[in-house]
């Protein structure tokens, strides 16, 4: 089956404005993730959104980052007034709700970068 | 305060040898552990996994083992193959949180 999906692949902005990226998850796959990996550091947290419950938005770094999902599937993470240490590369994950050996499956992400 | 961490950045391994990579974490309810590899350009893949009531997962090549007294766990590879070098993670959950990722370790593994 498909895996996690993640659009655009790649994306070049310039510093000042906004960008969306879209994560469609794997079917049946109720929580989300979104993670970001700036150049030679680790994976950063940023939000986690878990079947109808109030997503957990305690790793983004600023009010400029805010994620919605729809429908229970897809999820656009939105940045606003980009900046240059916005640049990284943003990973989207998803697993089944119960996480007990629910391992996260991610999508090959999308690498931002704010000239 | 990193909750999980990985101390070696990088490790090199000749093929056909054993690759064992460590990682240890600071929160005693952390009880549900993972490994990612991680090629270029590629989104992390998952390994293996191993739950707080076991000490020893095994998959093939790929083996985990977790002391919690220590808090400390480790995977090993045997034998090593080229295609296993990547960056690998190390994660953690705590049943109701977010996964918690460590910093990664690069696995060369030479022919």
């Known amino acids: 089956g498909a895996g996690v999906s993640q659009s655009p692949s790649n994306k070049v902005t310039e510093k000042g404005k906004d960008v969306e990226l879209r994560c469609d998850p794997i079917?049946?796959?109720?929580?989300l993730y979104w993670y970001r990996q700036s150049l030679g550091q680790g994976l950063e947290f940023l939000i986690y959104?878990?079947?109808?419950?109030?997503?957990?938005k305690s790793g983004l770094p600023s009010d400029r980052f805010s994620a919605e999902r729809t429908g229970g599937s897809v999820s656009t993470l939105t940045i606003q007034r980009t900046q240059q240490e916005d640049s990284a590369v943003y990973l989207c994950?998803?697993?089944?709700?119960?996480?007990?050996?629910?391992?996260?499956?991610f999508g090959n992400g999308t690498r931002l970068t704010v000239t | 305060d990193q909750q999980v961490k990985q101390n070696s950045p990088s490790l090199s391994v000749q093929e056909g040898r054993i690759s064992i990579l460590n990682c240890d974490y600071t929160n005693s309810m952390f009880d549900y552990f993972l490994w990612y590899k991680k090629y270029p350009a590629e989104g992390p893949t998952f390994l293996i996994s191993?739950?707080?009531?076991?000490d020893k997962n095994e998959d093939g090549r790929f083996t985990v083992f977790l002391n919690k007294s220590a808090k400390h766990l480790s995977l090993h590879i045997v034998p090593s193959q080229p295609g296993d070098s990547a960056v690998y993670f190390c994660a953690a959950d705590n049943y109701g949180q977010n996964f918690v990722f460590g910093p990664g370790t690069r696995l060369s593994v030479l022919p």
């Open positions: 994950a998803s697993s089944f709700l119960d996480r007990l050996d629910s391992p996260l499956h």
């Open positions: 079917s049946g796959h109720t929580a």
């Open positions: 191993i739950s707080s009531i076991k």
């Open positions: 959104f878990q079947g109808n419950s109030a997503p957990d």
